[in-house]
């Protein structure tokens, strides 16, 4: 209890949106799309967690070119979230 630990989460399991899930774990955090490459079966996203923390997020290319959160550009807001089951917890 009290220790210094990181959360690591691999880019492909993070999930970008423009409202908070639903059922929004406590693991949402609102951000601001910093770049955006488009790579084939997916899009990389690097996101900014206030001015310091950078994420980078990876999603595949499978969802509807209707659906919004399909598509991400620089300086839009969002929130970063993550299903805690993705989450690893080291200790530093």
């Known amino acids: 209890m009290g220790d210094e630990v ?3 989460v691999r880019p492909e399991k993070a999930r970008l949106s423009v409202q908070p899930p ?3 774990p406590a693991n ?4 601001t799309v910093d770049r955006v490459a488009y790579i084939g079966s997916d899009t990389r996203i690097m996101v900014q967690l206030g001015q310091d923390r950078v ?3 990876w999603e595949q290319n499978t969802r509807s ?3 919004r959160d ?3 550009q620089r300086g839009e807001q969002g929130y970063l979230w993550w299903p805690a089951e993705n989450a690893l917890v080291l200790k530093d």
């Open 22 to 24: 639903a059922d929004a």
């Open 6 to 8: 990181y959360v690591s």
């Open 65 to 67: 070119t209707v659906d």
């Open 70 to 72: 399909a598509y991400w």
């Open 55 to 57: 994420f980078n997020v």
């Open 28 to 31: 949402v955090f609102p951000v």
